[in-house]
């Protein structure tokens, strides 16, 4: 008997947890809302500089009259990608010079293009489970764990993330665990 696909899913801990979450019906939708959230926001923490971040910040947020540089400005994101030390790193830069392109500037930029990256993450990740799961465990299984990915990501509050995560708003709340005291509390029904 198998633990299931996700045991051997071969990625970080955090998103083993978020697949298993996706893949058993045990687990509620706000339960695997959670997890994704929790695993993207130890993505970003793990893989993209605080100082990175202040770097693009201070490139988006230097010129006053940002529709006449806006060139300027591509140009040293640009450069600044070329010293990007992980790949969220390097979509975050990517993210930023298209917010920088459809005319955004300022903090509301550097958020959209947090906001992206996260998405963007998110999605690779589920596509990598999802692919996992079906070689894995079958196309009907696969499925399900999309549909449940799928249902997650349009839940998951990427602005809220974003802001945590740039440090302009609210931390991520700490993780409650509920504790069942006896057979009456069990799982929601």
């Known amino acids: 008997m198998s633990d299931g696909p996700y045991k051997s899913l071969p990625m970080k801990p955090r998103w083993r947890r978020a697949a298993k979450c996706a ?17 993207s926001h130890a993505d ?3 893989e993209v500089r605080q ?15 940002q529709s006449l540089f806006a060139d300027q400005i591509l140009s040293d994101l640009g450069s600044l990608q070329r010293i990007c030390a992980s ?11 298209e917010a920088v392109r459809s005319g955004q500037s300022g903090a509301a930029a550097v958020q959209r293009a947090a906001e992206d990256a996260l998405s963007d993450r998110l999605l690779s990740n589920y596509r990598q489970v999802e692919e996992h799961v079906r070689r894995d465990d079958g196309l009907q ?9 799928d249902a997650a990501h ?4 990427f602005q809220g993330l974003a802001r945590a995560l740039l440090r302009t708003g609210d931390p991520l709340p700490r993780r409650t665990r509920a ?11």
């Open 51 to 65: 100082t990175f971040v202040s770097s693009v910040a201070a490139i988006v947020n230097s010129i006053g009259q």
């Open 44 to 46: 970003w923490r793990s």
């Open 23 to 39: 893949y058993k019906e045990a687990y509620s939708p706000e339960e695997v809302v959670e997890s994704v959230t929790r695993a």
């Open 179 to 189: 504790s069942n005291t006896d057979l009456d509390a069990g799982v929601p029904l």
């Open 154 to 157: 349009q839940q998951v509050d």
């Open 87 to 97: 790949p969220m790193e390097s979509t975050f830069v990517l993210t930023t010079m």
């Open 141 to 149: 299984n696969a499925r399900f764990v999309r549909s449940r990915f």
